[in-house]
């Protein structure tokens, strides 16, 4: 039993040897160079033994071109070390300045959650927006609001408000917008209403209310008829309201038919001085055959001035001069020059008894 025992352990001490040997070989086999490698392959299959020294194999007695060879392998490990070494350190500093690179999913999912959330808020702030604003449209629709309230008539002076509203055919408790956007049908309506409306603005006043702001013309003068006087508006236009006296103590106009006439004598009018414009009374149109241009101008201070429409305003600024110089009551003739005449006795009376009654008509 002890010798069977024993030849057991040989054999195990064997096998290990063996094995051992085996892995030894492997070893040197692998330090081995490929030259190396296939002499020793080729020996074996000769029977005979390799012609190096094992040595070679450990390291000892290699050539100065192997010595070479390993000092230039081992500073290109070198060089690469610290190569690796100068990356990590810049990687490093990049992770420090802005976060991790290749950071964890954990290390993410905050910022993912937050950038859904965003995300999220923003869609549902458009679908809210879409659905709010036609309910808002719809909810003015069928509030009090959308519907008119009153109309206000402002900068109306001779023509009465109740008559602008009557002709405006705006109408209270009726869609408010409807009536704004068909507000130029309306402008048309009141403007032609009335000779002395200039222009009519209509704007919103207010959340439900409309404005119809008037501008007037002005009253120029008065026109004579036999049965009274009647307004002429500063752009000529005739305005059949009968007033009872001259209130204003506007220049009466007489013997016009024409509006373009009555327009034309109205502009050289305003060129007038003003000092002038307050002793004129009365203008009468004369025309003659070969002049359809004349007028007298019967003066308050009792003279008489016959000048043609188109230079009215030219020559009438040197009647104040004339005048001083006249040693009677008589005529100022611009119809062609400036030269003054005194009444004849009969025709002195007539002209003195117009401006006796001009000058009554102006009190």
């Known amino acids: 039993m002890t010798s069977i025992t ?3 352990e040989d054999n195990k001490e064997e096998t ?7 892995r030894a070989a492997e070893i040197e086999e692998e330090e081995l160079t490929p030259w190396q490698k296939e002499n020793l392959r080729y020996m074996e299959k000769q029977g005979e033994k390799p012609a ?11 050539t100065p071109e192997d010595d070479e060879a390993i000092e230039q392998t081992e500073s290109t490990d070198e060089s690469m070390e610290e190569e690796a070494e100068t990356v990590e350190e810049s990687l490093k500093i990049k992770k420090h300045e802005n976060g991790p690179i290749n950071g964890s999913f954990a290390d993410r999912l905050p910022q993912l959650k937050k950038q859904r959330n965003t995300v999220l808020y923003r869609r549902l702030t458009l679908i809210i927006g879409i659905l709010i604003i036609p309910l808002l449209f719809f909810l003015y629709y069928v509030s009090p609001l959308s519907k008119l309230n009153k109309v206000i008539v402002e900068g109306n002076q001779q023509v009465k408000a109740a008559d602008i509203l009557t002709v405006s055919d705006f109408t209270s408790g009726d869609s408010l917008w409807q009536q704004y956007w068909n507000r130029k049908a309306a402008v048309e309506k009141v403007e032609k209403d009335s000779p002395r409306i ?6 919103i006043d207010g959340l439900n209310n409309l404005k119809i702001k008037i501008s007037e013309y002005k009253e120029a003068a008065l026109l004579a008829q036999k049965d009274g006087y009647f307004p002429i508006m500063e752009n000529g236009a005739i305005v059949q309201e009968k007033i009872a006296k001259n209130a204003e103590n506007l220049p009466i106009l007489e013997n016009f038919s024409d509006e373009k006439k009555i327009k034309a004598l109205l502009e050289e009018y305003g060129n007038v001085p003003e000092e002038i414009q307050k002793g004129i009374s009365q203008i009468k149109y004369a025309p003659r055959k070969n002049n359809d241009e004349l007028l007298e101008i019967f003066m308050n201070d009792g003279n008489q001035i016959l000048v043609n429409i188109s230079n009215l305003s030219q020559q009438i600024v040197y009647y104040p001069q004339v005048s001083k110089e006249m040693k009677e009551k008589g005529i100022v003739d611009m119809e062609v020059g400036i ?3 005194p009444y004849e006795n009969e025709s002195s009376d007539e002209n003195n008894s117009q401006t006796d009654e001009s000058s009554d008509t102006n009190q």
Do not use: H, M, Y
């Open 6 to 8: 024993k030849k057991i």
């Open 16 to 22: 290990e040897e063996i094995i051992l040997s085996k």
């Open 52 to 62: 190096w020294q094992p040595s070679v194999i450990d390291g000892k007695g290699e």
């Open 198 to 203: 200039k222009s009519v603005k209509i704007t």
């Open 339 to 341: 030269f003054s005449s």
